[in-house]
């Protein structure tokens, strides 16, 4: 279960009402890589862990602080929409322009749709969804996502540190920042630690290698114009895993021929070959 306490983790004050920004900070909260898509992500994760305990409590741990992380910036995206009533927006249009400018970029669900409040959507009014998440019951694998997730939610939130002057802003989003950075450190030890237990870096670990097409297991295809990719660590070398040798193949070879589909069945209509 959860309990909640009414207060933040973190304050979540700007120094002044800023709906365009409001808007922004929509994308770390309900896009792709925002608060909510990593809460989800770690609960459902944990949900679902049948490993051993501490991974679960981890998933836990995090999941739960994420869940203050979406409260944060949902707190924050409201008092940056205090004093813009809608119908304000016709008169700004014609007694101010710097105001109107600002008015003018601001989303409209926000006042429509949530009452001057946060929404579970992005930067552009995009539905959060359940898609965005990752939660295989691989541990290895989840953990590599969560570290792409981190990665590119802290990227979007330095963005958006750079797009404001307001002080309470940047200190709230020092904060998430900060954080990211232990996540990021955090799911980096995690995956090292399963590495070494499993003793193998390709997922999943248990599939036998004895049933994958092992003489193309480590070859680097030259499927573009120029060879510069040979010049890389991924080229040559013994494979990360230490179970092969990195390859590059500067002309590959076909491995199958070329395919002949059977007509479809007349029912469905489908354009036939001529002459038939």
Request: charged share 25%.
């Amino acid at each position: 279960m959860f309990y909640h306490i009414k207060e933040l983790q973190y304050e979540a004050k700007p120094s002044k009402p800023d709906p365009l920004y409001a808007k922004k900070l929509q994308e770390v909260l309900g896009g792709q890589y925002g608060e909510i898509s990593v809460m989800m992500q770690y609960l459902f994760q944990g949900f679902n862990c049948r490993a051993d305990q501490k991974y679960r409590d981890l998933l836990f741990d995090i999941g739960t602080e994420e869940i203050g992380h979406v409260e944060m910036l949902a707190t924050m995206i409201a008092r940056l929409l205090d004093k813009a009533p809608v119908k304000e927006q016709e008169q700004a249009y014609q007694s101010d322009p710097a105001l109107a400018a600002v008015m003018g970029g601001m989303n409209p669900q926000h006042a429509i749709v949530a009452g001057l409040g946060a929404m579970a959507a992005d930067s552009q009014g995009y539905p959060w969804n359940a898609k965005y998440i990752i939660a295989s019951g691989n541990l290895m694998a989840d953990f590599r996502a969560n570290l792409n997730a981190e990665s590119q939610g802290r990227l979007q939130v330095t963005r958006l540190y750079e797009m404001t002057d307001d002080r309470g802003v940047k200190d709230m989003l020092s904060f998430l920042i900060a954080r990211d950075t232990y996540h990021q450190n955090m799911w980096l030890a995690a995956i090292k630690e399963l590495e070494e237990r499993e003793g193998d870096v390709v997922v999943p670990t248990t599939f036998p290698r004895s049933l994958e097409k092992q003489q193309v297991s480590y070859d680097l295809f030259n499927f573009s114009r120029g060879e510069e990719s040979k010049e890389g660590r991924w080229a040559h070398g013994r494979s990360m895993d230490g179970k092969g040798e990195f390859r590059y193949i500067s002309a590959p070879v076909v491995f199958g021929s070329a395919p002949k589909l059977k007509p479809a069945p007349k029912e469905l209509f489908n354009t036939p070959k001529k002459g038939e």
